[in-house]
């Protein structure tokens, strides 16, 4: 009987970005749900329910910190594995996605996307 393969939503406007994080997370084994602003995100996220959300705070429509507080009023949403990755390193934003209820808070510049495809595996406990 074959698992089914975790679900990953990424929120992330820019397409490039977008590309490169679908195509790593998906040659990880992943399934990956995009959503190219914080509407699309809050709308899949709930009808989805994926195992892990990556999360760009800058979006059109809806920005990613307000999109998350709408997944955590969600019963399903309270638990979700959220994680902010942005390029912005305002102290402030990092301590409110926090405070909201986001598990790590991530600089895009600072992370490969091959390091933050072991993040995930190790956050849904598949390494």
Not at 27 to 33: L, P, S, T, W
Not at 43 to 55: G, K, V, Y
Not at 109 to 118: G, L, S
């Amino acid at each position: 009987m074959e698992k089914t393969k975790k679900k990953i939503l990424i929120a992330e406007d820019e397409p490039a970005t977008m590309r490169a994080m679908a195509d790593s997370i998906k040659a990880a084994g992943f399934e990956v749900i995009k959503a190219t602003d914080g509407e699309q995100a809050v709308e899949f996220a709930l009808r989805d329910h994926p195992d892990c959300i990556l999360m760009d705070i800058r979006m059109p429509k809806m920005d990613g910190l307000t999109a998350l507080k709408r997944i955590r009023k969600n019963e399903w949403g309270k638990d979700v594995c959220i994680t902010i990755l942005t390029n912005i390193s305002d102290s402030a934003k990092v301590d409110e996605a926090l405070k909201d209820g986001a598990f790590e808070y991530l600089i895009k510049a600072d992370w490969e996307v091959d390091k933050i495809v072991k993040k995930l595996k190790t956050r849904l406990g598949i390494e």
